[in-house]
Nanobody, 121 residues
């Protein structure tokens, strides 16, 4: 089994910053891409940022220049530094990890439970 758990959400004023963390644990052999998604009320879940094992990152246009994704491979952890937050960034943020398990064949698509980020105007 593999568990993915996010932390760091909360309420912040527009223009402020938050840092999200996500740790994967359990029967992990290796982790490929790690990513952050978000889902606002009434909207589809969307990709915010993705980072490869080697550190290459991609961002949604709406967050480029404001958000930074990073990872610590030794800790199986991914971070999302969010600066200059806007009310439209309000959403539940989900962590995703593509995991090779020690006990199952294939690439597992692992999701966290989500953490709420609310940006007030």
């Amino acid at each position: 089994q593999v568990q993915v758990m996010e932390s760091g959400g909360g309420l912040v004023q527009a223009g402020g910053s938050l840092r999200l963390s996500c740790a994967a644990s359990g029967s992990i052999f290796s982790i490929n891409d790690m990513a952050w998604y978000r889902q606002a009320p009434g909207k589809q879940r969307e990709l915010v940022a993705l980072i490869s094992t080697g550190g290459s990152a991609n961002y949604a246009d709406s967050v480029k220049g404001r958000f930074t994704i990073s990872r610590d491979n030794a800790k199986n952890t991914v971070y999302l530094q969010m600066n200059r937050l806007k009310p439209e960034d309000t959403a539940v943020y989900y962590c995703n990890a593509k995991v090779r398990s020690t006990i199952m064949v294939g690439l597992l698509d692992c999701w966290g439970q989500g953490t709420q980020v609310t940006v007030s105007s």
